[in-house]
C-alpha cells in the first residue's frame, strides 16, 4: 500500500473510533472544548448582521458547533468540510442535539476538492487538519484559496502541526509519524509569512504539544510543535 493510502487507512481508523466512541464536549478527551484560540475571533464579528464561516476538517463540531451558538441570532452559516463518513454523521446528530443544526452546513468532501467561493467568509479556520493534505502543492491551493475567499477584514486562523514525532509507550520505539505533511516549524513559518505578507498578523504562537493516541492497538505519545 502506498504511504498515502496508508496514512489515510489509518487517520480514518483513529478518528471514526474517537467519533464512535468519545462524546462532544465530555471531559477526558479532545474533544472536551472548542479551542480557545478559535472562539476567541468570535469578537472580531460581533458588529456584523451576516457571518459566514469556514471549518476546514471540522470532525463533529467541536469548534463550529460553539460557533453557530454565537451567530445564531445572525444571517450567514458555518460551512463544515471533512472527509469522513462518521465526522460529517455525528456533526449533523450533534448540531441537531445542540439546536443550531439550521446554521450548519455539512459538507463531506476532501478540502482540497472543496470550491472555496471568492470573497465570501469572514472566518476561515482549520484546526489539526491541513497537515493532511495529500502533498504541499495541494497545501499551497488551498491557503491560496482561503486568501481568495476570505472577505475585507475577514480572519483566518490555522492550527497545525508541525515538527512531529510519534513514539511507542511500550517500548519507547520511535515510529513513523501518521501525516501527510511533515512540515519543519521554521520551514512553514516562512511560507506563512510569505504567503500571508500583506495581512496583519493577530496572533502567531508556537506551542510544544503532545497527546495519547492509538496505532494498531498499541499506545503511542504524538508530540509536535502546534
Ligand atoms: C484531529 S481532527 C480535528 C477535528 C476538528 N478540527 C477539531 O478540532 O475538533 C482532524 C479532522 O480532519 C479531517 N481531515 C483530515 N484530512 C482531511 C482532508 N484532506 N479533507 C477533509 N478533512 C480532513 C479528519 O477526518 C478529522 O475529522
Not at 448582521?49 to 476546514?56: A, G, H, K, S
Not at 491541513?130 to 475577514?154: A, C
Request: proline share 3%; aromatic share 8%; glycine share 4%.
Amino acid at each position: 500500500m502506498k504511504r498515502l493510502q496508508m496514512i489515510r487507512k489509518k487517520e480514518k481508523e483513529y478518528h471514526d473510533d474517537c467519533y464512535e466512541n468519545l462524546e462532544l464536549f465530555k471531559p477526558g478527551s479532545w474533544l472536551h472544548k472548542p479551542v480557545k484560540t478559535v472562539m476567541d475571533l468570535m469578537c472580531n464579528f460581533e458588529s456584523l448582521d451576516t457571518v459566514n464561516v469556514l471549518d476546514l476538517g471540522s470532525g463533529v463540531g467541536r469548534n463550529s458547533i460553539p460557533i453557530a451558538e454565537i451567530l445564531k441570532h445572525k444571517e450567514g452559516k458555518v460551512v463544515c468540510i471533512d472527509l469522513l463518513e462518521s465526522a460529517i454523521t455525528k456533526l449533523e446528530e450533534y448540531s441537531e442535539k445542540y439546536g443550531v443544526s439550521a446554521k450548519i452546513s455539512p459538507v463531506l468532501s476532501d478540502i482540497a476538492d472543496y470550491m472555496i467561493p471568492n470573497d465570501y467568509f469572514n472566518l476561515i479556520f482549520s484546526v489539526s487538519s491541513l497537515e493532511h493534505l495529500e502533498s504541499e502543492e495541494r497545501f499551497d491551493d488551498v491557503i491560496e484559496n482561503m486568501l481568495y475567499g476570505t472577505k475585507k477584514k475577514g480572519v483566518n486562523c490555522i492550527i497545525i502541526s508541525t515538527g512531529v514525532r510519534e513514539t511507542r509507550m511500550d517500548t519507547g520505539e520511535h515510529i513513523e509519524p501518521m501525516y501527510e505533511l511533515m512540515f519543519e516549524t521554521t520551514y512553514l513559518n516562512e511560507k506563512l509569512e510569505k504567503m500571508y505578507n500583506n495581512w496583519k498578523v493577530l496572533k502567531h504562537t508556537v506551542k510544544p504539544y503532545e497527546v495519547e493516541i492509538s496505532r494498531d492497538g498499541s499506545r503511542v505519545l504524538l508530540e509536535s510543535d502546534e
